[in-house]
C-alpha cells in the first residue's frame, strides 16, 4: 500500500504558480502511475494530470496542457505538479493519487486547497 500527504496549496492571484507536492510512503513507488486529480465545491472530481512510473510518459486535462507540468521523482518518492498562468477556475482541492500498473487508483490523499483570486 501507499499513503499519500500533498501540500503546497495556498491562496494565490490569478496569472500566479504554485507548486504541489505529494509525498508517498510505502514499498514499489516506481511502480505506480501517479495522478492528479482537483475536485471544486459543487463539482464532479476531475482529472487534471498524471506520470507513469518511470516518468517518460505524462498526460493532462484539456484544461491543464500548456500550464501545467507533472514530474516525479522516485528517489525521493514525490510527484509534483507545476502550476503556472493560474486563474479562478482553477481554485480547488488538489489530489494525488496512485495506482499499481494498470490498475484502479486505489490509493488517494487527503488534498490540499488552492485558491485563486482574481
Known amino acids: 500500500q501507499v499513503q499519500l500527504v500533498e501540500s503546497g496549496g495556498g491562496l494565490v492571484q490569478a496569472g500566479g504558480s504554485l507548486r504541489l507536492a505529494c509525498g508517498a510512503s510505502?514499498?514499489?513507488?516506481?511502480?505506480?502511475?501517479m495522478g492528479w486529480f482537483r475536485q471544486a465545491p459543487g463539482k464532479e472530481r476531475e482529472f487534471v494530470a498524471h506520470?507513469?512510473?518511470?516518468?517518460?510518459?505524462?498526460y493532462y486535462a484539456d484544461s491543464a496542457r500548456g500550464r501545467f507540468a507533472i514530474s516525479r521523482d522516485n528517489a525521493k518518492t514525490t510527484v509534483f505538479l507545476q502550476m503556472n498562468s493560474l486563474n479562478p477556475d482553477d481554485t480547488a482541492r488538489y489530489y494525488c493519487?496512485?495506482?499499481?500498473?494498470?490498475?484502479?487508483?486505489?490509493?488517494w490523499g487527503q488534498g490540499t486547497q488552492v485558491t485563486v483570486s482574481s
Open positions: 506520470i507513469s512510473g518511470s516518468g517518460g510518459e505524462a
Open positions: 493519487a496512485a495506482a499499481y500498473g494498470t490498475g484502479t487508483y486505489a490509493y
Open positions: 510505502g514499498r514499489f513507488f516506481a511502480g505506480y502511475k
